[in-house]
């Protein structure tokens, strides 16, 4: 077998030649905990937007959360891939996330705007994931997040031009 895969580790994982594997799993840890807590605030917005944006809100939303919900399985089955494991405790999960929770339901304009935050933060701490995983040989889970960041640049882009 070649050094990228070689015999499998003792976890089950199979070695590809991925360093540091620890360091990305937490990224991969971060970045599911940002889509999970992104795809409840998205749909907890969608379900409560009201006055003249609610139509496209609601249905821009509908097709974030969703994007997001199938994103957050292929995140942990990434951080499986690599012979971690993926968060298993809700608390993890928001202590983890740069996404945070307003202390009451804000009126539509400072959802849309509250939500594009929310999705350049997390493109923007995506970003320092896909570095580490270049510097550390792992360029599926490069891939992998550039997608995920580029979902999360849009998201936000199309979301201030509806507050516009």
């Given amino acids: 077998m070649s050094d990228l895969m070689d015999v499998e580790s003792k976890s089950g994982a199979v070695k590809t030649g991925v360093k540091k594997t620890t360091s990305l799993a937490k990224g991969l840890s971060e970045a599911l905990s940002d889509t999970y ?5 998205t749909h907890a917005y969608h379900w409560n937007i009201e006055g003249p944006l609610f139509f496209s809100v609601h249905n821009l939303t509908e097709g974030q ?15 499986r891939a690599i012979g971690q494991l993926a968060p298993s405790r809700m608390q993890d999960i928001i202590s983890a996330s740069v996404v945070k929770d307003q202390d009451k339901l804000p009126p539509a304009i400072e959802m849309v705007e509250d939500l594009a935050n929310d999705h350049a933060q997390v493109a923007k ?16 889970t490069a891939d992998l997040i550039t997608g995920r960041s580029a979902f999360h640049e849009k998201a936000a882009w199309m979301l201030r031009a509806t507050t516009k």
Wanted: charged share 35%; net charge negative; proline share 3%.
């Fill in 37 to 41: 807590r992104l795809v409840f605030k």
């Fill in 65 to 79: 959360y969703t994007d997001m919900f199938a994103a957050a399985d292929e995140i942990a089955e990434r951080i």
């Fill in 125 to 140: 701490r995506m970003h320092a994931l896909i570095e580490l995983a270049e510097e550390n040989s792992d360029p599926v």
